[in-house]
């Protein structure tokens, strides 16, 4: 089955602790992205790559770290998480980014910086 | 920054009748999306229109793209009550790389 999956779903950490959060995509697509979803405010990119090794800053990338060293997974980074990064994040990943096409999303984890 | 505003923010109908959904945007586009997400999950894709297409269907679904005007709508005909979700439109930036997301509609349909 065509997916995409995160890990974890929820995650509940203090600030400071660094953590990762896991994208994989099993339909061999060169387009991944990061996405943070708050109330009011819909989806903005957190960071893009247009294939392995190529990646770039969304519109919100500040605190966050990524990297793309297989065409597979897009885990995103956060080095020292903050009360701000609070919010629902999504993985997505296309065929191309071209924007032609359309994108698959994750399920979605719930991060919780206390 | 946001590219693509929905209106209205929110939109309650009794089954059965049509919903609309408008989107502005505002730079030049290739493409304009439209998705769906129901209650805090995954978004789901529902219908592209490129920026040389005026209108396109797909079930009950219609979109239209208006480039002069910068502005999109999405009209669900003979709503149903699992149509309840919120609706966002995506819109790409002329490099085709980025993605930018309204803040979406949530519409509510009453069975």
């Known amino acids: 089955e065509a997916q995409v999956t995160q890990n974890p779903r929820y995650l509940i950490t203090v600030t400071g602790k660094k953590l990762t959060v896991t994208c994989s995509q099993n339909m061999n697509h060169e387009y991944m992205s990061w996405y943070r979803q708050d109330p009011g405010l819909g989806l903005r990119q957190i960071y893009y790559?247009?294939?392995?090794?190529?990646?770039d800053k969304g519109d919100v990338p500040e605190g966050y770290k990524v990297s793309r060293k297989e065409k597979r997974n897009f885990p995103l980074i956060l080095e020292s998480p903050s009360p701000n990064q609070t919010s629902l994040y999504f993985c997505a990943s296309s065929l191309t980014a071209s924007g032609k096409y359309e994108q698959y999303f994750g399920p979605g984890t719930r991060l919780t910086v206390t | 920054s946001q590219q693509g505003e929905e209106d209205p923010q929110a939109l309650s109908i009794q089954e059965g009748e049509n919903a609309t959904m408008n989107c502005s945007y505002k730079?030049?586009?290739?493409?304009l999306q439209w998705y769906r997400q129901n209650s805090g999950r995954g978004l789901v894709h529902l219908i592209l229109i490129r920026s040389n297409e005026r209108e396109k269907h797909s079930g009950r679904l219609r979109v239209t793209l208006d480039t002069s005007k910068k502005s999109s709508s999405l009209l669900i005909t003979a709503s149903r009550a699992a149509d309840t979700a919120s609706y966002f439109c995506?819109?790409?930036?002329?490099?085709?790389?980025?993605?930018?997301f309204g803040a979406g509609t949530r519409l509510f349909v009453k069975a």
């Open positions: 730079t030049s586009i290739n493409n």
């Open positions: 790559s247009m294939n392995v090794e190529v990646t």
């Open positions: 995506a819109t790409d930036d002329t490099g085709g790389f980025k993605t930018i």
